[in-house]
């Protein structure tokens, strides 16, 4: 099928190519008739823009960048970034949008570099950030680059205007009631590595929700894999009988944990992951989990940035409240 061009337009119309250009592209200097005789053709001819004309046109590139630090091979065993992945894809599928997605390793700066390459190159129109570091240095970089960005972050002031804002505070008081409700007076919680702000923040709010509730805790940081949770949780449930609960980072570190409770032979503990995914929900014992919605999460920050790069105010900057899912591994205090 011969692809339909202005020029091919043009020359059906008998009009000039800047008028069936000025047409398309909703511009003044046509009358509303050459306006309406010119997308009339070209919708009837099934006539789309040139992507690479159009961003050329605007100084856009019609495509947003996302910077992981992951080892690309780990990617598909954490449901959760699938799941977000698949709604920034949705909202930019509706857009014409690209996404350029990248996995640099863990090597510290290599997020960095891509970013400076990518602003250097003119390859992005705004970035999405994940993971926020303590003293996260890429909002300072993103700034003096010029580079739109939006965060999913658990406060607005990390960097003001640019944040999806989850709720630590609420998660943890949803998962402390539950285990209070439940009869547990002592509660492990294993972290991801504590260098990322989210998990300070999350270790912060169980404390301070499990101390209102007169409930002891104790903590253990990990690298987020099912290895260290098996591992940390036989440590800690051997070192420390009055532990008769286990909470989660994600969903990854939970199924080490239930690993670890098969070892011990013990099916007493209850266990919660702070995030809820297909693999919480397999198996003889079901995880209980906080649904977080991260294809929702992923909706709402793409349109935030999509917002930011319009010069519009976003109407939603807030991820969309968790829910906990009471399953199999709500085992009440004995």
């Known amino acids: 099928m011969t692809r339909v061009t202005i020029a091919g337009l043009a020359a059906q119309l008998k009009l000039s190519k800047a008028s069936v250009s000025y047409a398309l592209n909703g511009q003044p200097g046509v009358s509303d008739e050459t306006r309406r005789r010119v997308l009339d053709l070209a919708a009837d001819l099934g006539w789309h823009p040139s992507a690479s004309a159009r961003a050329l046109s605007r100084s856009r590139t019609d ?26 894809e949705s909202v930019l599928a509706e ?34 950030l994940f993971d926020i570091g303590v003293n996260d240095p890429r909002p300072a970089l993103l700034d003096q680059l010029g580079l739109d960005y ?26 402390v009631g539950h285990l209070a409700r439940l009869g547990h007076r002592t509660v492990l919680h294993v972290t991801g590595p504590r260098e990322f702000e989210h998990e300070g923040d999350r270790a912060t709010s ?16 990990s690298d ?30 939970a199924l080490g944990a239930a690993a670890a409770f098969g070892r011990l032979g013990r099916d007493d503990v209850a266990l919660v992951s702070w995030d809820d995914s297909f693999m919480c929900r397999l198996g003889s014992r079901p995880i209980t989990a906080l649904a977080r919605f991260p294809e929702e999460q992923g909706r709402r920050a793409t349109r935030m940035l999509l917002d930011a790069l319009a010069g ?21 205090a004995r």
Request: charged content about 20%; cysteine-free; proline content about 6%.
């Open 312 to 332: 519009v105010p976003s109407e939603v900057t807030a991820a969309k409240p968790s829910e906990l899912v009471v399953r199999a591994t709500s085992i009440p």
């Open 63 to 88: 495509a947003i960048g996302i910077v992981l630090r992951r080892d690309p091979s780990l990617l598909g065993t954490e449901p959760f970034y699938m799941s977000l992945l698949a709604g920034v």
């Open 150 to 175: 939006v965060m999913h972050g658990n406060r607005d002031d990390i960097a003001p205007g640019h944040v999806l804002v989850y709720d630590p505070p609420a998660e943890s008081a949803l998962i």
């Open 206 to 221: 169980i404390e301070v929700e499990a101390f209102a509730r007169g409930i002891g805790t104790v903590f253990a940081e």
């Open 95 to 128: 857009t014409d949008q690209a996404l350029m997605l990248r996995m640099v390793g863990t090597g510290v700066g290599q997020d960095l570099e891509t970013y400076r390459r990518w602003s250097a190159q003119g390859r992005v129109d705004g970035v999405m």
């Open 224 to 253: 987020y894999s099912s290895e260290a949770g098996e591992r940390l949780v036989v440590e800690h449930l051997t070192a420390d009988p009055d532990i008769t609960a286990v909470v989660t980072s994600n969903d990854v570190l």
